[in-house]
């Protein structure tokens, strides 16, 4: 990086509203060069810049698309990550703050996905009996990881889609690092709990016996993302007993108690939609992220939706936030003069063995 590169100090202190005229000056200055994506558990203050905005899968097929210069992902490192991947080489990508990870993604890691790869090859050869699916929100190593074992990406979104891939291939699935969206996909699916076992990673074997292993279709990884963990089935029953005709939506990351509640279950495309094909004067309580949630409530409040967050608790993503507006514009500034910062780069070893496992997942 040059030396007359902007720091973080000079924009740390700034008012958002400053930042925001600022942002709005420099992206009308780089024009097409720059696209700025926005997830939807950002914050309003960050969302409102966001050329294009949507789910992890929508963004990530979007920054493939792109042509332009500068890719500036407001959302966490593994969705930069996979933008990265998939962008084509002369393309940068920048996260507007390094500390914006995703604590679910880390509770899986190469070294105890490995590690559990091979204490499952002394029961069984898993390259031949078990396809390993890791969801979006992963490091790319582990994307690396499926794609060198037949295995593949998946999102909130195709999660029941792409584990009937998996399970066409072979007889049973490793799915990591979420255990909530793999039992709650594969439920659904038809597939009971009893053929459903957990693989705690901090124990040998997973903390199970080669006959648990044997029997299992589907190991699911001790990960769970404590923004979801938060909601609890007795706010869905009060909400119904104030509510009666009300609905309730939730993430499938939320427990399975939850889920089992829920009237729908889906992933924040999916609740977006559902919402917005309601009849006017729907009612909902909704279980996932507190921005999107506030968001809604606003964009629906003039057909007469009521939306509440489930949560009496204000539950939000803390690293979605840690992309605030004084970073933005610190990376923006920084790009209006050519000195990329916070660039995300996955060395091409990585890259291209994880980007089979997210292609086939795009051709599913
Ligand atoms: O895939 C995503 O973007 C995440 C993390 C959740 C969702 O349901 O969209
Ligand atoms: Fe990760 Fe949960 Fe935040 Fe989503 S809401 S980015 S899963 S910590």
């Known amino acids: 990086m040059s030396q007359s590169a902007f720091a973080i100090e000079q924009f740390s202190d700034?008012?958002?509203?400053?930042?925001?005229?600022?942002?709005?000056?420099?992206?009308?200055?780089?024009?097409?060069?720059?696209?700025?994506?926005?997830?939807?558990y950002q914050r309003d203050e960050v969302f409102q810049h966001?050329?294009?905005?949507?789910?992890?899968?929508?963004?990530s097929r979007l920054a493939s698309a792109t042509d332009a210069e500068y890719i500036v992902f407001c959302g966490v490192h593994f969705m930069a990550e996979v933008a990265d991947i998939l962008s084509s080489p002369g393309?940068?990508?920048?996260?507007?703050?390094?500390?914006?990870?995703?604590?679910?993604?880390?509770?899986?890691?190469?070294?105890?996905?490995?590690?559990?790869?091979?204490?499952?090859?002394?029961v069984l050869n898993p390259d031949e009996r078990v396809t390993p699916v890791t969801y979006i929100n992963s490091a790319a190593d582990l994307k690396a990881f499926c794609g060198r074992h037949g295995g593949?990406?998946?999102?909130?979104?195709?999660?029941?889609d792409i584990l009937q891939w998996s399970f066409d291939r072979r007889e049973k699935v490793l799915?990591?690092?979420?255990?909530?969206?793999?039992?709650?996909?594969?439920?659904?699916?038809?597939?009971?709990?009893?053929?459903?076992?957990?693989w705690d990673f901090n124990l040998p074997m997973g903390g199970l016996t080669p006959?648990?292993?044997?029997?299992?279709?589907?190991?699911?990884?001790?990960?769970?993302?404590?923004?979801?963990?938060?909601?609890?089935?007795?706010?869905?029953?009060?909400?119904?007993?104030?509510?009666?005709?009300?609905?309730?939506?939730?993430?499938?990351?939320?427990?399975?108690e939850v889920c089992q509640t829920a009237d729908e279950v889906g992933s924040t495309e999916y609740i977006i939609e559902t919402i917005r094909r309601s009849?006017?004067?729907?009612?909902?309580l909704v279980g996932t992220e507190l921005n999107l949630v506030n968001r809604l409530r606003e964009q629906?409040?003039?057909?007469?939706?009521?939306?509440?967050?489930?949560?009496?608790?204000?539950?939000?993503?803390?690293?979605?936030?840690?992309?605030?507006?004084?970073?933005?514009?610190?990376?923006?500034?920084?790009?209006?003069?050519?000195?990329?910062?916070?660039?995300?780069?996955?060395?091409?070893g990585i890259a291209s063995e994880a980007r089979l496992s997210l292609e086939r997942m795009f051709s599913v």
């Not at 008012?15 to 700025?36: D, F, P, T, W, Y």
């Open 91 to 122: 393309q940068t990508v920048i996260l507007p703050d390094m500390a914006a990870g995703c604590a679910m993604a880390d509770m899986a890691n190469l070294v105890n996905v490995e590690r559990c790869w091979k204490e499952l090859g002394q």
């Open 300 to 348: 629906f409040k003039e057909e007469g939706k009521e939306i509440f967050f489930m949560s009496p608790m204000i539950c939000m993503c803390s690293t979605m936030f840690r992309i605030d507006p004084q970073h933005l514009l610190w990376a923006l500034e920084n790009l209006l003069h050519d000195h990329p910062v916070n660039r995300i780069r996955v060395p091409e």
């Open 175 to 198: 799915f990591f690092p979420d255990q909530h969206l793999g039992r709650n996909t594969a439920y659904r699916m038809g597939i009971p709990l009893e053929q459903m076992v957990v």
């Open 14 to 40: 700034l008012e958002s509203s400053s930042c925001e005229e600022k942002i709005r000056q420099i992206k009308h200055a780089m024009g097409n060069r720059l696209v700025v994506l926005g997830h939807h």
């Open 211 to 256: 006959q648990q292993i044997k029997d299992a279709r589907l190991i699911l990884w001790k990960g769970h993302c404590s923004v979801h963990q938060m909601f609890k089935p007795e706010q869905a029953d009060r909400f119904r007993e104030k509510y009666p005709n009300g609905k309730v939506i939730a993430h499938p990351e939320c427990s399975f």
């Open 50 to 59: 966001a050329d294009i905005t949507g789910d992890s899968l929508k963004l």
């Open 152 to 160: 593949i990406v998946c999102t909130s979104t195709n999660a029941r």
């Open 279 to 284: 009849p006017r004067g729907s009612q909902w």
